[in-house]
């Protein structure tokens, strides 16, 4: 479940993949104008995610999250707030790359896609111990091909295997994105939406940019009476520590 004393909803924007670093950082503007407190990168061109880590901190105030499928090491030197940790990984890599961000201050989203991955978390902190920050913040993907259902009931009985005070977000890919936002609203969780997940806003309505899928979430928190988290709050609930320009 959500932190005990979070009354708000973390947003996390999930930008759909682009080359342009301009064009990125006026999608994240535009988002966080509207109540997403984190970006969620898939870095394209590893060599510059330094480049996309600068721009947004200069032109931007929320967490950056970075994401690739390798070299990670280049995303480390980048210096983001935050990477993800797929739990899926080899188990020596994912025990590397989890000391290796809490070595240098960097926050874990632990990304799970499987069932079978909750054990491999749980273990990973028994093992070796709290990330940097000391929060667990797991990213719950559910509707990937092979993965977890995207419907309320995987979400729910997916709860009962995060670890002990661990906080969640969840996102649902393409045709599960509703259906997992309401029940993710319902039990106290967090949201990541965007165009990286789905393209489609309704039946027959493609998306038209990321902030559409922002402000719908936003709405939805609202009406919860869970409003988006300023990244101030934002930083606390995850841990992420350092300046925050507001």
Sequence with gaps: MARP????????????????????????QSSERVGAAVVRVRVVDVGKARE??????ERTSVIVRLAADADRPKLLDAV??????????????????????????IVPEYEVTGAAQFDVLRRLLGEHGPPSGGRVHVGL????????????ET??????SLPEGASFSAAGVGVATI?????????????????SDTESYAEGQPVRDDVQLVAR???????????????????????VHGPVRV
């Design 5 to 28: 004393g979070s009354r708000g909803t973390l947003l996390t924007v999930a930008p759909r993949a682009t080359g342009s670093v301009d064009g990125l950082v006026a999608a994240v």
């Design 52 to 57: 996309v880590v600068a721009a947004l901190r």
């Design 80 to 105: 983001p707030d935050s990477l993800v940790c797929p739990v899926d990984e080899p188990w020596e890599s994912l025990v590397d790359l989890h000391d290796d961000l809490r070595e240098r201050g």
């Design 141 to 152: 993907v559910l509707g990937t091909p092979g993965g977890l259902p995207g419907d309320a």
């Design 155 to 160: 979400l729910i009985e997916s709860l009962r």
């Design 179 to 195: 259906p997992v936002m309401l029940a993710a609203l319902a039990v106290g969780g967090h949201l990541r939406v965007g165009m």
């Design 217 to 239: 979430a936003a709405g939805l928190a609202k009406i919860a009476q869970r409003p988006p988290l300023p990244v101030v709050e934002a930083r606390e609930l995850l841990g």
